[in-house]
């Protein structure tokens, strides 16, 4: 659930404005310790059912979430950045490739199986919320509202469809035979973790009235972690309450009880971290990200029944001063780390985050160390996190996204001739991953051509953090830009193998395709290499969320991210939606498709 919504910077012209190059730190950061321990609420146990057939024989005239507009601004005022960049980037646009060379895919889950799982007691839902993980021989897929795993060497499926409220272990999202409502859950994030060889999954979740499905306040993140190296065995479920109000434990903040939107997920030797960006759940308003840190070693040993119910931290970065007024710190992306060596300070997790407070253009991003993981779980847990500054590339609000015209069954039933625009959201801070001593990351940007018309871009970043007498420093060490001529690339992800190759994932739209899922390569060094179309859409987005009949603007929900991660053997594993053939539902024909590249398969 992306439950921030920012205004699209359109109308200007741009030129090329930065070479890359590598930037001096300029800007050091307050420091900011941890607050009190709290302790983790056991959840019970969840976990994969096997495939199962549909039997959807209830009410089906409820088809949509009561819940299901949240977006809302972040509250932020004007700018008083120092000369903040004014022209969009104009980047020379990425060829697409004839070949996938070393790659190949299979779909993964869409629509009809997030509908159809729990025997149908599930609402329609756009858009997916992309999570993948890879592991032994095992790939775990998390789109909203459905889990399912796969066999790594066949693509076949194991276990799942599953949908996330049965997997972990709540009432259906409506049981429709008597037409009750459950948890609301939505954003679900995957994570294995090598060194410990354990699966981690996420999700939000907000408290229902069960009679009208309304939000009642409460909110959680919840935690699964399995029991064995198996992801088809039990899981046990950990919460996290997010209510902050003053109950239960919680710190109270303004306007709460609150909701942790987009949990986000990394681990270092160390820890596990989740961050959030708090929204109140009954006012407008935004109260900065959250930063939960666990121990790793303790939530392994609870998933085993081998220890108590694991101790963590909450960090607010909401009161942290920002360079620009009125500015409030978001979607602080945490690291995970593919190859666990030993770590400096006696452990650090790395952060990044963008700086596009008030959705115009920015050429800045934060990078941000937590110190002394090794002490999380102790008995004198205290660990510091510090943030410092760097010089970027010029990015910025992008504008949503066009398709190709294609066949569109819902709006035709509608009556309605609008050809949907892809929501490209915003240009927060995608999926961050530290490897070989670099942070690798991305964002949606606005790209744009002297008077065409602005498109979607992908703006990325290759960090270099380092320590300079226990300060944290960083540096560029390559950034650089991914687009098409004429058509739109959003929602990037980077997976990082051991060999420091790194393979981008995103969405591709426009006059000259259908949404389809593609691939570049992103080298430490140099520039993008080609666009590799992975999965060809076959027709228009065609879902409810676009609709002015069904409540929409003419945008419909995509995304909200895509995911890529570095499978055992070096392969890198993507995932990311687009339009794929076969069953869909009356309201929604999305899909993922799932791609294995090769680094070294010539592409």
Known sequence: MRNVKRSVLIGLSGITLLAMIAAAVFFTGHTQAAGPTRVLISGGTGGFQVPSGVSDTGNTSIEVSPNRDLDQPFANGPSTQKDPPTVAPDPSPNGVASQNQGASGFNGLSHFDTRTASGGNQFSLEPPDQGLCVGGDYVVETVNDVAAVYRRSSHQLVSGPTALNAFYGVAPAIDRTNVVFGPFISDPKCYFDASTGRWFMTTLELDTDPATGAFTGPSHTFI??????????????????????????????????????????????????????????????????????????????????????????????????????????????????????????????????????????????????????????????????????????????????????????????????????????????????????????????????????????????????????????????????????NDNVLFPSIGVNAKGQAVMSFSISGPDYFPSTGYASIPAHGSAGAVHISGAGVGPEDGFTGYPEEGGDGVARWGDYSAAVAGPDGSIWLAAEYIPGGARTVLANWGTFITSVNPDGGH
């Open 224 to 485: 699964a972690v399995s029991q064995t190296s198996n992801p088809t065995k039990a899981w046990s479920i950990f919460i996290i309450d997010t209510t902050d109000d003053g109950t239960n434990g919680t710190p109270s903040h303004t306007d709460c009880p609150c909701l942790g939107d987009q949990p986000l997920i990394g681990a270092d030797k160390y820890g596990f971290y989740i961050t959030t960006n708090e929204f109140p759940v009954f006012a407008n308003g935004f109260n900065g990200a959250q930063i939960y840190a666990i121990s790793k070693s303790q939530l392994v040993k609870a998933a085993e029944h081998a220890g108590s119910l694991p101790s963590f931290v909450q960090i607010d970065t909401g009161p942290l001063p920002t360079p620009d007024q009125g500015g409030t710190w978001y979607s602080i992306q945490p690291a995970t780390t593919p190859q666990i060596g030993d770590e400096p300070n006696n452990g650090t997790e790395y952060f990044l985050s963008a700086l596009d407070f008030f959705a115009t253009l920015d050429n800045r991003v934060a990078v941000w160390a937590l110190t002394n993981t090794a002490s999380l779980g102790g008995d004198h847990t205290n660990v510091t996190l510090t943030h410092t500054l760097i010089e970027s590339e010029t990015y910025g609000q992008p504008p949503a996204a066009t398709q190709k015209d294609g066949p569109r069954p819902l709006g035709t039933a509608l009556g309605d001739s609008l050809l949907e625009q892809l929501n490209t959201n915003d240009d927060r801070m995608n999926q961050v991953v530290f490897a070989n001593g670099l942070l690798w990351a991305g964002v949606n940007t606005i790209v744009q051509s002297g008077d065409e018309a602005p498109r979607s871009g992908i703006a990325y970043f290759i960090v270099r953090p380092g320590w300079n007498h226990g300060q944290l420093t960083a540096s560029m060490a390559n950034q650089g830009y991914v687009s098409l001529e």
